[in-house]
């Protein structure tokens, strides 16, 4: 069956685990009438893994094998554009995959880490439409070797500044492609070295795989865009409330904390108007201080297609101090990324070569919503 029947795009070099790996080195053994010994894979390994470099160029293998093994080890992203924002500091690919779908990942250096966002799938299904990803629909789930690939490249550019944090906040809901995402995770932390600690899967809310992720072995953190904390404002600002209700949310929540003893942590776009007032910061930190969750404030990044803009920074102020005054735990995140379409919400792989796609049509929400 096609990748296009099934939603799934072909193998690619990171796709393979080190049994994978060896069994590719095998074929091209057989095609090529060398004798490969078994100390080969683990040099293939090493240089794919540790060493982070392509197939074509380790030099620690025979150079007979090298353009063999770079065809049947292919890249999963070809780099289309790149931008670079916050005076270096922040740097987003659009990549474009082996069936033209289009990706972006997003590179974040700080004062004393590096941290990189990675897409899950090609779009999103789950239709928020302050989120620009959510407007522009769903293409297809990624591969396990396409998610690693991103924290590769990402590794090669940061250079010497190791990227010790990944977060799956990227284009597409990790959680809807559960399987292929967690397999992501362990070839992270398994094979790039990556602490469990520093792994941040986001969902807006999907409960089945809230608790699958809370039975597994590796306790990777869990946040949870949240942007509303009263049902029927959420129904409509991220549809997937309606199958999976706050009260539903909270138990599998909780059931994470318990189970893997990380701090949750709450994502509230605050959007001007709409759930940035003082009683939905009240309602925010009634549902979050059970749970012992932090909140990460964002004021809404500008998104096409979205008729209301992002809170004020006096209206922030107000609403991290009223989640304060109630005990709840809040911060504001720090933007980072805005100038190059690369900050939260703002990811929408449309801008092949560079260009701007221009604004999607989008239908404001129910009159709720309409500010004023």
């Given amino acids: 069956m096609s990748g296009a029947a099934t939603g799934i795009a072909g193998t690619s070099r990171y796709d393979h685990d080190r049994d ?23 040099q293939l ?29 292919p890249a999963a992203l070809v780099e289309d554009t790149r931008s670079v924002g916050d005076a270096g500091q922040t740097v987003k690919w659009l990549f474009r995959l082996s069936d033209g779908s289009l990706v972006e990942t997003v590179l ?30 769903f293409d297809r789930h990624l591969t396990t070797g396409e998610i690693v690939e991103q924290v590769v490249r990402a590794q090669v ?9 990944v977060v799956f906040m990227g284009m597409g809901e990790p959680l809807a492609n559960y399987d292929r ?27 089945p795989g809230i608790r699958r992720l809370a039975a597994e072995a590796l306790p990777v953190n ?35 904390v318990a189970t893997t003893g990380r701090r949750l942590s709450f994502e509230w776009a605050l ?22 969750a932090h909140v990460n404030l964002i004021p809404l990044n500008p998104t096409p297609g979205w008729p209301t803009r992002g809170s004020s920074p006096e209206r922030v102020r107000a609403f991290a101090a009223e989640v304060s005054a109630r005990g ?31 604004a999607v049509a989008v239908a404001p929400p129910r009159g709720k919503l309409r500010p004023g």
């Avoid at 994978?20 to 683990?42: I, M, Q």
């Avoid at 893994?49 to 049947?72: Q, S």
């Avoid at 799938?121 to 989120?131: L, R």
């Fill in 45 to 73: 390994w090493q240089g794919m893994y540790r060493d982070l470099v392509a197939p074509e160029d380790l030099t620690t293998l025979p150079k007979a094998i090298r353009p063999e093994l770079a065809a049947a080890l």
């Fill in 108 to 137: 974040m250096h700080y004062d004393q880490r590096s941290t990189v966002c990675v897409s899950t799938q090609a779009g999103c299904a789950m239709a928020c439409g302050f989120c620009a990803t959510g407007q522009m629909g």
């Fill in 328 to 358: 709840g735990n809040a911060t504001v995140r720090r933007t980072r990324g805005t100038d190059i379409d690369a900050a939260c919400g703002q990811l929408r792989a449309d801008r092949a070569g560079g260009g701007n796609a221009g």
């Fill in 271 to 292: 959007i001007h108007d709409v759930n940035d007032r003082l009683q939905d910061a009240a309602r925010l930190a009634d549902y979050a201080r059970p749970l012992g």
């Fill in 20 to 42: 994978g790996l060896a069994d590719v080195l095998a074929r091209v053994a057989d095609r090529t009438g060398t004798s490969l010994p078994s100390y080969r894979v683990d």
């Fill in 222 to 256: 869990l946040a949870v865009s949240l942007h509303a904390a009263d049902d029927e404002l959420r129904d409509e600002l991220v549809p997937i409330n309606r199958r999976y209700p706050l009260e539903a949310l909270a138990e599998a929540c909780a059931e994470h």
């Fill in 157 to 165: 550019e940061a250079g010497d500044r190791r990227v010790s944090n």
């Fill in 181 to 207: 995402t967690w397999a992501a995770v362990q070839r992270l932390h398994g094979d790039l070295g990556l602490s469990a600690r520093h792994l941040t899967v986001s969902t807006v809310g999907i409960v």
